[in-house]
């Protein structure tokens, strides 16, 4: 499999790069700082320039070309402001989305954040930064359910941590909140390649007891 991760230097990008190249797939990963690629270069990927929040479709499609998935990881990060949760979060996942069906790359897994759903984003109580990152979530994935001819799989994990993963989550459509490793999550979005009947589906994780390959069976069979 060929695949191409946005936001190839985050956390979980990198552990999913290093699960992808372990098991002989071709990844890549797209980063706007050239600094970034020797730790891409150490995870097993290729790294490509390109600033998804300036860049044009056209563009990001030529590093997608002969792409069998594309998954979106990428993010504004903590700090950043109310403009960027919304270029970044919203527009550069629907950027990847555009240049994905350019390239006739079927397969996307936009990596969401629990909450992003319209009780959480008219919460007035939250902070309105916080508020701005959930209402782009919840834009970017609102703009893959109405593409029909994008594959794609929302994935909304829960309180992300850097402990060691355990190969173990609960994984529904509504989880309810909870702490999930980085590592169990890009196992999970790795599983989700492998699972093409979760097409179209939102999927919700957090740390649990099922293996990850049964959660998603179980669950893709529903």
Same mark, same amino acid.
């Not at 990927?45 to 997608?64: F, I, T, Y």
């Not at 979060?89 to 909450?115: K, N, P, Q, T």
């Given at each position: 499999?060929?695949?191409?991760? /946005?936001?190839?230097?985050?956390?979980?990008?990198?552990?999913?790069?290093?699960?992808?190249?372990?098991?002989?797939?071709?990844?890549?990963?797209? $980063?706007?700082?050239?600094?970034?690629?020797?730790? !891409?270069?150490?995870?097993?990927?290729? /790294?490509?320039?390109?600033? !998804?929040?300036?860049?044009?479709?056209?563009?990001?499609?030529?590093?997608? +070309?002969?792409?069998? %998935?594309?998954?979106?990881?990428?993010?504004a990060?903590?700090?950043?402001?109310?403009?960027?949760?919304?270029?970044?979060?919203?527009?550069?996942? $629907?950027?990847?989305?555009? %240049?994905?069906?350019?390239?006739?790359?079927?397969?996307?897994?936009?990596?969401s954040?629990?909450?992003?759903?319209?009780?959480?984003?008219? #919460?007035?109580?939250l902070? @309105?930064?916080?508020? +701005?990152?959930?209402?782009?979530k919840? /834009?970017?994935?609102? *703009?893959?359910?109405?593409r029909?001819?994008?594959?794609? &799989?929302?994935?909304? @994990?829960?309180?992300?941590? #850097?402990?060691?993963? &355990?190969?173990?989550? +609960?994984?529904?459509?509504?989880?309810? @909140?909870?702490?999930?490793?980085?590592?169990?999550?890009?196992?999970?979005? !790795? /599983?989700? !390649? #492998?699972?093409?009947?979760?097409t179209?589906?939102?999927?919700?994780?957090?740390?649990? %007891?099922?293996p $990850?390959?049964?959660?998603?069976? *179980?669950?893709?069979?529903?």
């Amino acid at each position: 499999m060929k695949v191409v991760i /946005a936001g190839g230097h985050g956390k979980v990008a990198l552990l999913l790069e290093q699960l992808l190249s372990e098991r002989g797939d071709v990844v890549t990963g797209l $980063i706007r700082n050239p600094a970034q690629a020797e730790a !891409l270069e150490k995870a097993g990927a290729q /790294a490509r320039l390109v600033d !998804l929040e300036k860049a044009a479709s056209d563009e990001v499609a030529r590093h997608l +070309t002969g792409a069998d %998935a594309v998954v979106f990881a990428a993010g504004a990060g903590p700090g950043s402001s109310v403009g960027r949760k919304d270029s970044v979060d919203r527009g550069a996942a $629907i950027l990847l989305a555009d %240049a994905a069906e350019s390239a006739g790359v079927g397969r996307y897994l936009l990596l969401s954040a629990m909450g992003a759903d319209l009780r959480a984003v008219d #919460d007035e109580s939250l902070d @309105p930064v916080f508020r +701005t990152y959930l209402r782009a979530k919840l /834009a970017a994935e609102n *703009a893959m359910r109405s593409r029909s001819a994008l594959r794609a &799989t929302i994935v909304r @994990p829960g309180l992300l941590d #850097d402990t060691p993963g &355990t190969g173990r989550v +609960t994984l529904a459509e509504r989880t309810g @909140p909870g702490p999930i490793s980085r590592a169990d999550v890009a196992a999970v979005l !790795l /599983a989700l !390649l #492998d699972e093409p009947r979760l097409t179209g589906r939102t999927v919700e994780v957090i740390g649990g %007891a099922t293996p $990850i390959a049964d959660a998603v069976a *179980a669950h893709a069979a529903h």
